[in-house]
């Protein structure tokens, strides 16, 4: 049996607009790397992890990275965070390679890609749900505090506000199509508009229909800082709910007190359970408190299932060594894991990780869309949602 080590590669943007999560999703995947080593590794061999910048995280730059990864490192599997931007064509060279690729790009693209071609795709996973179900999954959310009395709405009225990326747009448009079904209604389409923008139009174009909850589906921090203190000047008498840019510590420092009582999310974080906590705290010791363990968790994550996998499979396979690497497949689907993130639990034919309660209604069967309340500063978010895993309860934002 070979002693060489074990390649794990990852790509990440360590420059550019996602910087801060690129540095923390280096962070996670390295932390697990020493983990399992510490264990002996996958079957006797170590882990040696190789980072290749994915910078603006453009189709150029990210299939040039999969390409570094695979012909100079020979990597036997790629893991990382989320790249926006290749709209899957990094997984031409990889499924032409053979070997595993555990991304977390949040694109129902992926689940389309693998369905259309499985045998070419057969290693390809996305280690959380689509963005889609950010779009249903909010629906559902807020007709849980409707229904539970947790909030009485002033009306039915919901207004959608997307940034300009195919990503906002999904789950704008998930959000318009859901929630007819839960009794809401759309006074006005969901509203389209740039990065970087005076976002007062829109909001000026909003208020006129008077509408009970506000969401907003642009993810950067930066972005959503501005659109929430543009807000907060005339702001409505309703819900604002922001897409999980919102719980990033920069969003925070620019808005301050003022962002108290935002609604936000993401499909992949960190209950706040006995296993989260440990997570976090040892995150936080070695990377210090300053980082962001809620996502440096993804990768960490997932490296942890597929030494997993890799093990009951029998080992690892480098590029062109299909064979192995299939039956790693298999067990990742076959294997469910039960991550510092909630249970890992692939679907057989997305290979994305199954969402709960957004579709299955059981918690040890899927990765828990976890809602928060943004609190003052210095304070962490309150989880608010969903049952079993809430901390602290919903609460109305002080501007209402």
């Given at each position: 049996?070979?002693?060489?080590?074990?390649?794990?590669?990852?790509?990440?943007?360590?420059?550019?607009?996602?910087?801060?999560?690129?540095?923390?999703?280096?962070?996670?995947?390295?932390?697990?790397?020493?983990?399992?080593?510490?264990?002996?590794?996958?079957?006797?061999?170590?882990?040696?992890?190789?980072?290749?910048?994915?910078?603006?995280?453009?189709a150029v730059e990210v299939v040039r990275a999969a390409r570094q990864l695979i012909h100079q490192h020979r990597a036997s599997a790629i893991i990382n965070g989320y790249n926006i931007g290749p709209q899957n064509a990094e997984?031409?060279?990889?499924?032409?390679?053979?070997?595993?690729?555990?991304?977390?790009?949040?694109?129902?693209?992926?689940?389309?890609?693998?369905?259309?071609?499985?045998?070419?795709?057969?290693?390809?996973?996305?280690?959380?749900?689509?963005?889609?179900?950010?779009?249903?999954?909010?629906?559902?959310?807020?007709?849980?505090?409707?229904?539970?009395?947790?909030?009485?709405?002033?009306?039915?009225?919901?207004?959608?506000?997307?940034?300009?990326?195919?990503?906002?747009?999904?789950?704008?448009?998930?959000?318009?199509?859901?929630?007819?079904?839960?009794?809401?209604?759309?006074?006005?389409?969901?509203?389209?508009?740039p990065t970087n923008a005076d976002w007062r139009e829109a909001l000026e174009k909003i208020r006129v229909h008077d509408p009970a909850i506000v969401a907003m589906t642009h993810f950067h921090a930066g972005d959503l800082a501005?659109?929430?203190?543009?807000?907060?000047?005339?702001?409505?008498?309703?819900?604002?709910?922001?897409?999980?840019?919102?719980?990033?510590?920069?969003?925070?420092?620019?808005?301050?007190?003022?962002?108290?009582?935002?609604?936000?999310?993401?499909?992949?974080?960190?209950?706040?359970?006995?296993?989260?906590?440990?997570?976090?705290?040892?995150?936080?010791?070695?990377?210090?408190?300053?980082?962001?363990?809620?996502?440096?968790?993804?990768?960490?994550?997932?490296?942890?299932?597929?030494?997993?996998?890799?093990?009951?499979?029998?080992?690892?396979?480098?590029?062109?060594?299909?064979?192995?690497?299939?039956?790693?497949?298999?067990?990742?689907?076959?294997?469910?894991?039960?991550?510092?993130?909630?249970?890992?639990?692939?679907?057989?034919?997305?290979?994305?990780?199954?969402?709960?309660?957004?579709?299955?209604?059981?918690?040890?069967?899927?990765?828990?869309?976890?809602?928060?309340?943004?609190?003052?500063?210095?304070?962490?978010?309150?989880?608010?949602?969903?049952?079993?895993?809430?901390?602290?309860?919903?609460?109305?934002?002080?501007?209402?």
């Open positions: 049996m070979s002693t060489a080590p074990i390649i794990i590669g990852s790509m990440v943007p360590l420059t550019g607009t996602s910087a801060n999560d690129g540095r923390e999703f280096r962070n996670g995947l390295s932390m697990a790397i020493d983990e399992v080593n510490a264990r002996g590794g996958i079957l006797g061999r170590r882990l040696e992890a190789e980072f290749v910048d994915t910078g603006n995280q453009s997984y031409e060279p990889i499924a032409d390679a053979g070997i595993i690729y555990i991304h977390h790009n949040t694109l129902v693209q992926h689940h389309d890609t693998v369905a259309s071609d499985p045998t070419r795709y057969f290693g390809c996973f996305m280690g959380d749900p689509a963005e889609y179900w950010y779009g249903q999954g909010f629906i559902k959310f807020l007709s849980w505090l409707r229904d539970s009395h947790r909030w009485r709405p002033r009306n039915r009225r919901v207004a959608i506000i997307s940034g300009p990326k195919p990503y906002s747009i999904v789950i704008a448009n998930a959000m318009a199509v859901s929630a007819p079904k839960f009794g809401w209604e759309l006074p006005i389409a969901p509203q389209i508009h501005r659109f929430h203190l543009q807000f907060m000047e005339k702001p409505l008498p309703s819900l604002l709910y922001l897409q999980y840019g919102a719980l990033h510590s920069a969003f925070s420092e620019i808005t301050g007190e003022k962002a108290r009582g935002v609604i936000t999310c993401t499909v992949i974080g960190l209950p706040r359970d006995e296993i989260g906590k440990k997570f976090a705290a040892n995150y936080r010791a070695r990377f210090g408190p300053l980082s962001t363990p809620e996502i440096g968790c993804q990768p960490y994550s997932s490296l942890h299932h597929y030494a997993i996998a890799a093990a009951v499979a029998g080992g690892t396979g480098e590029p062109g060594n299909g064979e192995i690497n299939r039956r790693i497949a298999k067990a990742l689907i076959d294997i469910p894991y039960r991550s510092v993130v909630g249970m890992i639990h692939y679907h057989p034919t997305w290979q994305a990780a199954v969402p709960y309660p957004d579709a299955t209604q059981d918690p040890s069967l899927g990765i828990p869309h976890l809602f928060y309340q943004l609190r003052s500063p210095g304070e962490s978010p309150a989880l608010i949602a969903p049952e079993p895993y809430i901390e602290q309860p919903f609460e109305l934002p002080p501007w209402l």
